[in-house]
Every structure is written in structure tokens, then in C-alpha cells.
């Protein structure tokens, strides 16, 4: 029996590139705080643009510690959230085109969030990214780490745990 020939790898990228792009566009407050996401392989980057409105502390000036706090979590769920469709996407069992079309997954929902504020968060660009620690079929916990300049200095570090949604079939 032949085996059915890979598709081209600009194929599966832009098949990825578009789940991802419908998924963080399906979300309002991310449209609102214009977090973009940079995806290389299966890891995510989130990306905070700095605009004015964001700060908290014109003094200083300072990014809002609530901006920072939003921006972790979004970060966290994306990050699961895309976590768990990317094994789904890889094995087969999601059309990306759903997606596309409109019909987006439940997202999972925050069951509690800490974060560690480490300094302040100066007026530029902010960075973001979440490892997922454990991920079950009901529950699931998120490491985030963000930083500004520098990965080694970080703006702010998170843990946050996750009802996840129930999956058909």
C-alpha cells in the first residue's frame, strides 16, 4: 500500500498560521490591548505593543500592573488553548478550517491567577510566553514568564490553573 505524500510545508504553515490568527481574533480584549502572537513550531511568543493607554503611573511612567496581569493571562490561555489544538490539528482530529470559518473552541476558563509583579514595566514593548505544566481533560496549570528588554530580567512570572472545556466525542 503507498503512503499518502506529506503535504508541502507552506501548506501546513499557513494551514497553522490561519488557526492561529482566527483564534486570537475571536477574542475581543485582545483585539482591545493588541496583543499579537508569534508562533515558530508549536511555541507562542505573545507580543504587547506599547501605546499610551497602558499606563498606570504617568510619574514614573509605569505600565499598568492590571495591563500586565490581562496580557499573562491572555498569554496563558492562548497558550493552552493552542497547546491543545495543535496535538488535535497534528493528529487529525481538527479542521483547521473550522476555524477560519468562524467556529472557535471553548476556550478554557481561569479557576485562579497569581502573578509575582518582579519590576515595572517601563513604556515599550512587553513579551510573553506560557508553558503549560500539566493538562488534563478537566484541568489544566500554566507557568507564564514576561519580560521586556531582556528574557533574563522578567517584567512579571504567573501561575495560573484552568477548567477546561469539555471536547466532543
Known sequence: MARARPEPVQVVKQRR?????????????????????????????????YDDKFIGNPMLPAIHG???AGFME????????????????????????ELTRGHLPKLPKTIDFTIDYLRSGLPRDAYARARVTRSGRRY????VESWQDQRHEPLAQAMGHFLMPERDG
Open 140 to 143: 489544566a496549570s500554566v507557568q
Open 66 to 68: 492590571g495591563v500586565t
Open 17 to 49: 498560521d490561519a488557526a492561529l490568527s482566527a483564534l486570537v481574533h475571536g477574542v475581543p480584549y485582545i483585539q482591545f490591548l493588541g496583543i499579537e502572537f508569534d508562533r515558530r513550531g508549536d511555541e507562542l511568543t505573545a507580543v504587547l505593543p
Open 74 to 97: 491572555t498569554t496563558a490561555v492562548i497558550g493552552l488553548a493552542w497547546a491543545s489544538l495543535w496535538d488535535d490539528m497534528e493528529a487529525g482530529r481538527f479542521d483547521a478550517e
